[in-house]
């Protein structure tokens, strides 16, 4: 677990399932998903075939929760594009549009590459988003991340195409512009 004044991310417990449902499977047209990767469908799903998948969301270390003043809203993980090599590649959802462009996913992020790079031993960290999601792309710059990939007019979402961005920062950034 991780704190940053009121923002807290920690694992996943069974106490938290009820409110990951309400926030990601609910509705089949939840606002967070106009920019969570808009391109591929979400679909609503019943509490009862959720909470069936308990196992995979408690206790995974890839999966961690985000809290605001003791209420989960959102998520942070990270995957492997390549484990052998150490690529791994990370993502969040805060789900609640009240809550975005305040820097709360700026510092929930800051806490998570902190977590990775002190847990694991990675070179980079990165993640890929898409061109229609500016609030995203500052928030790697923020962080200090480099564009490292932009894959043109390949996704296609409301009759228009956007770019693929892949952004990346390496540990000796990271440690330069946070003095670990």
Partial sequence: ??????????????QDMERLWELIYKDEQPEWKKWDA???????IPYEQFI????????DE?????????VVRGIISY???????????MGIILHEGHLWGKGIG?????????HLFHTMPLVRVGFSTWSGNER??????????????????????EGHYYDSIRMGLLREEWEALNND
Avoid: C
């Avoid at 069936?52 to 206790?59: C, E, F, L, M, Y």
């Avoid at 995957?79 to 590649?89: G, I, T």
């Fill in 38 to 44: 808009p391109y591929y469908p979400h679909r609503a």
């Fill in 79 to 89: 995957y492997w594009e390549h484990e052998p090599s150490k690529w791994l590649e």
């Fill in 136 to 157: 995203m792309i500052r928030v790697g710059e923020k962080l200090g991340m480099q564009l490292e990939a932009r894959i043109r007019k390949v996704r296609y979402y």
């Fill in 52 to 59: 069936q998948t308990n196992q995979d969301w408690i206790g």
């Fill in 62 to 70: 890839s999966f961690w929760v985000i809290e605001v003043s003791g």
């Fill in 106 to 114: 700026t510092r929930a992020l800051k806490l998570w590459i902190a």
């Fill in 1 to 14: 677990m991780y704190t940053d004044q009121e923002l807290t991310i920690r694992p996943i417990t069974e």
